[in-house]
């Protein structure tokens, strides 16, 4: 038994479609038996062993998907990296985590090898690796996994430090994709728009994880784009996004509740959906988008019910085999429902810990199993779960604490803002500055005087911004992630201080 691919693989009628390539190709659950099959064979014949980690930085393709399955048959570690990351980057995560195999893009190869064994697969699925799995034996002894047994290593995006790489268990991954299937009611009857990345959690494990643990199927694309998913929706049921999917798809004037008729869910995460989209997009459509928490090293949390109220700004409940609480930042004891602090999570979700990091890892745990999520938030009295933003972002400013969202809130309400950041920067007498960062979409007119007259009679003093700052769009990550720790390193110096 191996439990994540058992798991993955084990529902889908061998007949049933598995995932529909952009050429209208399928690939269906009974292929994935001898597809996985040779690619196993292929890692094996490459030394990669039970246990070994296999670094995969390629571009999205249904191959990059076999691979990762292939890896998780073989018993092996999948770890997968940001296309986007340098080649310095690079070599910090495979001496960190000491790959067998090291699979990349031909045009980078011939940097790799100097790192380690390396095999490649390209953007349409072509490679050594692919050469080598095609000319490789079908059938393939699964190996053996338990509950406690590693599927895969996923880097943190760590914004400051060290990235540390999050050990997940094919019993994390199988506990989250089975709650998530009941929960969203996903069926064998699903077809999913898969245009998310999959070298991050989002689409490589809710995604995809859910849509097989379902035998359900996804249409798949490499990349997003608003008409062509669009375009998309009259033969699927359900979308999976990040925020700016949903902006996007706002920006498209045949977004209608025609045509998205067909479509039973729209689900919103890895960064804050705004209220105002999750109201334009019902006003547009009639659907009611399901927004979710979660992040790297737990999967999902919390989750907007699909019975019941899906309430703009709010993250939902957590997920029923999850317990959540929120303690003080500083004592670390639990506080009153409806206050502000640390998200604490525990259920079979959350991960085994950081790989080589034993200190780091305990640092971040509590008596008891509790893993800090480093998520500011609340609880209200309906038990759903607010995020107020990571705790790194919150402001200490003459010794007060400001939540960057509350302000960010009062901001986003003015004429002609679109959206905003609030950051502390270094000040001399207040330790930290309340800085505002105004997104105006590049339309001129609003000016520093008029903002702070506005919020003089919405926030406390303390909580005031010192500066304002207008800039056309925010920096953002492809996960649609707002930089803030990138706008505190371009406006160091703004009130004197590095
Ligand atoms: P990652 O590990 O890259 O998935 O990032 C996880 C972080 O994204 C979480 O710790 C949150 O700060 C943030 N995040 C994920 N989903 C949401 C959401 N629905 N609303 C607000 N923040 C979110």
């Known amino acids: 038994m191996n439990l994540l691919f058992d798991t993955l693989t084990g529902v889908g009628a061998a007949d049933a479609p598995f ?126 996994r338990g509950p406690e047994d590693l599927a895969a290593i996923c880097y943190t995006s760590g914004t400051t430090g060290r990235s540390k790489g999050a050990m997940l268990t094919h019993g994390n991954l199988t506990a989250n994709a089975r709650t998530l299937v009941k929960l969203w ?108 928490y979660g992040m790297t090293e737990t999967g999902m949390n919390t989750s907007n019910p699909y019975d019941g109220a899906r309430v703009a700004g709010t993250v939902g409940p957590p997920l029923p085999d999850v317990s959540l609480r929120i303690s003080d930042p500083e004592t670390g004891a639990a506080v009153a429902i409806g206050e502000i602090g640390m998200i604490e999570v525990r259920g079979p979700n959350v991960f085994a810990g950081y790989w080589r990091m034993p200190e780091k890892t305990a640092a971040e745990f509590k008596p008891g199993g509790w893993f800090i999520t480093g998520d500011l938030g609340k609880i209200d009295e309906a038990g759903y779960v607010h995020i107020v933003g990571r705790g790194k972002d919150l402001i200490i400013t003459g010794g007060l604490n400001v939540y960057p969202k509350e302000v960010e809130a009062e901001i986003d309400a003015l004429p002609g803002v679109v959206e905003s950041a609030v950051i502390g920067l270094a000040h001399a007498d207040f330790g930290e500055a309340v800085t505002a960062v105004i997104a105006t979409g590049g339309k001129a007119g609003l000016t520093e005087e008029a903002v702070l007259a506005a919020l003089a009679e919405r926030l406390a003093r303390f909580k005031q911004p010192k500066r304002v700052l207008f800039v056309d769009d925010l920096p953002r990550n492809a996960m649609g992630k707002v930089q803030k720790a990138l706008l505190r390193e371009t406006h160091a110096g703004l009130y004197g201080g590095s």
């Open 185 to 292: 009611q996903f069926t064998a009857a699903d077809v999913l728009i898969h245009a998310l990345p999959i070298y991050h959690v989002h689409g490589l494990f809710v995604a995809t994880n859910v849509i097989m643990a379902a035998g359900a199927s996804m249409v798949f694309r490499a990349r997003f784009d608003a008409a062509e998913v669009l375009s998309l929706m009259p033969r699927a049921s359900s979308l999976m996004g990040v925020p700016t999917f949903y902006t996007r798809l706002l920006d498209q004037p045949g977004l209608t509740a025609q045509a998205t008729a067909g479509m039973r869910l729209f689900i919103s995460g890895s960064a804050p959906l705004l209220a105002e989209t999750h109201r334009e997009f019902e006003a547009r459509t009639g659907q009611v988008i399901l927004e979710r």
């Open 19 to 144: 995932l529909e390539r952009p050429d209208g190709s399928v690939i269906t659950y009974g292929d994935l038996d001898a597809l996985t099959g040779r690619w196993a064979n292929a890692l094996v014949q490459r030394g990669v062993k039970p246990g070994d980690r296999v670094a995969v930085q390629v571009e999205k393709s249904p191959e990059n998907l076999i691979l990762y399955l292939a890896t998780v048959r073989a018993g092996a570690v999948f770890l997968p990296l940001n296309t986007a990351y340098t080649l310095s980057e690079l070599f910090y995560f495979v001496s960190d985590a000491e790959p067998a195999l090291i699979v990349c893009d031909p045009t980078v190869a011939p940097r790799v090898v100097e790192f380690g064994m390396t095999a490649t697969l390209d953007a349409t699925g072509q490679g050594s690796l692919a050469d080598l799995a095609a000319a490789s034996n079908p059938s393939f002894d699964t190996v053996a």
